[in-house]
């Protein structure tokens, strides 16, 4: 049993070496984990971080075989060298080293054929690979009798979930309408790409593991001699309109600032296998004529690795009470999928094609003879030209690539609207009738991943749609008319129900979701969530990093405009409090006014008696006493006031006058 090595055995060269290695008999593998791996560690009988060093280091020595992926990974494939130069292993080790034939990129073409294997010592290097290309060295240098060294040289990688070509295949799913960029070169696009899919890169990796070649160097390419423009452009057709731009030198600048990793694709690298140890090595190929020629599967790989799965969603329920569009725009919103119309399919179809420019050839346009039927047929569209409409956004290349939702209030449907949508839209008219013909065939194409029918009470349904706004609220007789039509068609022993046509001739199963006044938002997007994301949540890309740059700014927004609101409110409070304040201290002073004033009259009204009894009885005599004893100014005022005021006293006067009777 050969126990090999793989360093970065979840990353997108290692995934692809590791799931080769254990479809051979008679081979285990063990391996290192870097830290945002893709891949999986299915089939792995042991496994190190490589933040482990000890752990690491172990797992190499051990190991019958050991590959390093170096782009990348130039630190890590060192200490490895380092590690098996100092010897003290058992039996014999073999080495692969993955490398990048971008080493060779200085080098001069040949006038006729290519670059041939055996010439890798007079390769010569731009400024950026020079480490890579010092390291093919090293990998060479450590060979010994009981270790065998091989470096493979490989063309620009395509396959799997994609490496340097990922930004173009990511731009076209996520919008298939992006103009994807042409560098901008001697060449002008027209540079010869080096390439080869990851998948036949670890089946070379594994005949070098089961017979070491001759050469230390093996180059490692497709058949191919594709061009930087014929890539881009197979890309651009396969997930989206082909639509490509060549930049000019400022825009590729500014690009590649972004993605430095795209610089590789300007190169210009022609290489034969003529004589090479590929060609010896009897290589299962998957893509041997390249990239452009196998996009179809070299899409469809990178769908599944990416678990890129469009979300086809059909939506169904009562015609009123459920606010089904908003439903619709919800999961699509959720989802990051359109939510398709009669309205949005009609708006893309008229968006006629450009013109061809000079001295390019005028194409055919295939959507010209319905976009003029649509025109024709004005407002109302019949049946079967509103099916074909809406098929045909279903099948453009942005519903493909992620899927859509269709149904709601908008778009009712019924078995009829399913028949000519999902078969055929010449049928549907007729589809209902007792002896109509049955359905045979449905387009495959189109078949939903989920078939969602909401429902609710009678006496909900009404009670939502009689509380909605006047003008948006149905008649009570037109309510009831369509909910009885609805219930009819949609009853369980009907067999032309709209169910059933997805249950019976897509084999699938539905889920209904019963609506009532306790049942929240949240729950009805994880009774969705659990229904059509088959275990997990496809990847989307989403929140890209402008969309969570954008919800940054929303936030923050909306944080702002709350805390002005709450300071306004607050100053708004203080002053009404303040204003409060005022009127009440006003009112508090007018309060202690009228206290006291009323204070002053009590007090006045019963001094009156006091006062007209000393002012009939003390005042005329105090005031003349006063007056006198200023006149005669005594020694003794008070004495002499007493004595006066003794004196005049009409009670002695009373007295004396008593005695002399």
Not at 16 to 33: H, R
Not at 211 to 216: A, D, H, L, Q, V
Not at 308 to 327: A, F, I, K
Not at 409 to 422: H, M, Q, R, V, Y
Request: net charge negative; charged share 30%.
């Amino acid at each position: 049993m050969v126990l090999v090595y793989v360093h970065d055995c979840t990353g997108y060269v290692g995934a692809a070496v590791v799931k080769k290695l254990n479809e051979m008999e008679d081979t285990t593998v063990c391996g290192t984990i870097v830290e945002g791996g893709i891949g999986s560690t299915k089939g792995l009988v042991e496994t190190a971080s490589s933040a482990d060093l000890e752990s690491t280091n172990a797992l190499i020595m051990k190991a019958d075989a050991i590959v390093f992926s170096a782009e990348g990974h130039v630190a890590e494939t060192k200490a490895m060298l380092r590690l098996l130069k100092r010897g003290g292993y058992e039996g014999d080790k073999k080495l692969v080293v993955v490398s990048s034939l971008m080493t060779w990129g200085s080098t001069k073409l040949p006038e006729e054929g290519g670059l041939v294997e055996d010439g890798f010592n007079t390769r010569k290097c731009p400024a950026r690979y020079k480490e890579l290309k010092n390291l093919e060295t090293q990998v060479k240098s450590v060979a010994r009798d009981n270790l065998s060294t091989t470096v493979v040289g490989a063309g620009l990688l395509y396959g799997g979930g994609e490496n340097v070509f990922h930004s173009l295949f990511r731009s076209s799913w996520m919008d298939s309408n992006a103009v994807l960029p042409i560098l901008s070169g001697r060449l002008k696009g027209e540079n010869k790409l080096p390439t080869i899919d990851v998948n036949d890169l670890a089946s070379i990796i594994c005949k070098i593991i089961e017979n070491t070649p001759e050469s230390p160097y093996v180059v490692a390419v497709d058949n191919s001699q594709n061009t930087l423009r014929e890539i881009v452009t197979a890309i651009g057709t396969e997930l989206g309109y082909g639509k490509v731009r060549s930049l000019n030198r400022e825009e590729t600048q500014n690009l590649l600032m972004n993605q430095p990793n795209l610089s590789s694709v300007n190169a210009n690298l022609v290489f034969s296998l003529e004589g090479g140890s590929v060609e010896n090595m009897d290589v299962e190929w998957k893509s041997a004529t390249g990239m452009v020629e196998n996009i179809q599967e070299v899409v469809k790989d990178y769908k599944v690795c990416r678990d890129l799965r469009p979300m086809r969603v059909v939506v169904v329920g009562p015609p009123h009470g459920l606010s089904l569009d908003d439903r619709c725009k919800k999961i699509a919103s959720d989802y990051y999928i359109p939510f398709i119309t009669v309205e949005s399919a009609k708006a893309l179809l008229m968006i006629e094609p450009q013109a061809p420019k000079d001295g390019e050839e005028e194409v055919e346009d295939p959507n010209a003879e319905l976009r003029e039927a649509v025109k024709a047929a004005g407002d109302t569209l019949p049946l079967n030209l509103q099916s074909q409409l809406l098929r045909f956004e279903m099948k453009a290349k942005a519903c493909e690539n992620k899927g859509w939702v269709i149904g709601g209030n908008s778009l009712p449907i019924t078995w009829k609207e399913a028949c000519g949508i999902f078969s055929d839209p010449e049928a549907a008219d007729g589809s209902m009738e007792e002896d109509a013909p049955p359905i045979e065939e449905v387009d495959e194409g189109l078949k939903p991943t989920g078939v969602i029918s909401f429902d609710a009470s009678d006496e909900y349904l009404k009670e939502q749609a009689m509380s909605l706004p006047e003008g948006q609220a149905p008649g009570e007789d037109d309510f009831a008319s369509a909910l009885a039509s609805y219930r009819e068609s949609s009853a369980a022993e009907n067999e032309k129900s709209a169910l059933s046509f997805f249950e019976s001739l897509y084999k699938m199963d539905s889920i209904t979701i019963n609506v009532t006044s306790d049942t929240t938002a949240d729950v009805i997007s994880s009774s969705i969530a659990d229904y059509v994301e088959q275990g997990s949540k496809p990847f989307n890309y989403h929140p890209t990093e402008e969309e969570v740059e954008t919800a940054r700014k929303e936030t923050e927004a909306k944080a702002k405009a709350q805390a002005e609101a709450d300071a306004k409110r607050k100053e708004e409070q203080e002053a009404a409090d303040q204003a409060e304040r005022k009127i009440a201290e006003e009112e508090e002073r007018k309060r202690l006014a009228e206290i006291k004033r009323q204070e002053m009259d009590l007090l006045e009204a019963r001094s009156q008696p006091l006062r007209r009894y000393l002012m009939k009885n003390v005042i005329p005599s105090l005031t003349e006493g006063l007056i006198e004893t200023c006149k005669v100014m005594p020694e003794d005022p008070i004495d002499y006031l007493a004595e006066y005021l003794f004196k005049v006293s009409p009670a002695i006067d009373s007295k004396a006058q008593a005695k002399k009777k």
